[in-house]
């Protein structure tokens, strides 16, 4: 924001507004974080991050017609050097540069398409979601550089119900380990706990984890 205010730079306050309404959803101001997602309501990632709000808030429907809308919004990836950094979305600069150098899914988009396949198998289509989850959680298409695997193997567990099936306990059990990998590479207790229990999606998998005997 200092960035945006300093340079004249609109584009930097915008993805900064855009991951401060995001922040305000998880820490339960979710009626100042949707008012501010839906004053950028042209950027792919806004749309993105108001349908997580209503996912998180049981609105399915509301949710869907964002990320529907989020899908058109989302511009071309491509790779480009490190020295300049890029306003178009939270991951531009640094996960975006290394998923498109592998390439890979842009996070948004991926992220967007788990949601929106989340939404299908809960409202009647649960065959059609499960493919698609099961499609974005495949080894071959998931990489080690993005941060959101925990959050798609937890959407992913979510989908298939409550349930203690060996496919969902299995689903569980990836996601606890992309979870565990990361937080050994913390080396400050501080840090580690922010990481996993400030993070919303970090901490509904661990708590999932824990009610199934998975640790």
């Known amino acids: 924001m200092a960035f945006a205010e300093v340079y004249e730079f609109p584009d930097a306050g915008s993805v900064s507004n855009v991951w401060l309404a995001r922040s305000y959803v998880y820490d339960g101001k979710q009626r100042e974080g949707i008012r501010i997602l839906k004053n950028y309501p042209r950027s792919g ?3 993105c991050y108001l349908a997580e709000a209503f996912v998180l808030h ?3 429907e509301k949710a869907i017609r964002c990320l529907d809308v989020a899908i058109k919004r989302l511009h071309l990836q491509i790779p480009y050097p490190g020295e300049k950094v890029f306003w178009r979305d939270g991951y531009a600069s640094i996960e975006a540069r ?3 150098i592998e390439r890979r899914e842009p996070v948004i988009s991926k992220l967007i398409r788990v ?3 989340y939404l299908v198998a809960v409202s009647g289509e649960k065959e059609k979601g499960i493919t698609i989850l099961q ?3 495949h080894s071959k298409n998931i990489s080690a550089l993005d941060a959101n695997n925990v959050l798609y193997h ?3 567990s979510m989908a298939q119900g409550q349930s203690d099936s060996v496919d969902r306990m299995t689903i569980l059990n990836k996601g606890l380990k992309f979870l565990q990998e990361r937080t050994s590479q913390i080396v400050s207790p501080d840090e580690k706990y ?3 229990q400030k993070n919303r999606w970090n901490r509904l998998l661990l708590s999932e984890a824990r009610q199934n005997r998975l640790i």
């Open 45 to 47: 990632e806004a749309l």
């Open 58 to 60: 049981h609105d399915h």
């Open 98 to 100: 290394c998923l498109a």
């Open 154 to 156: 937890y959407i992913y």
């Open 115 to 117: 949601l929106r396949a």
């Open 194 to 196: 922010s990481f996993t």
């Open 135 to 137: 499609e974005c959680t």
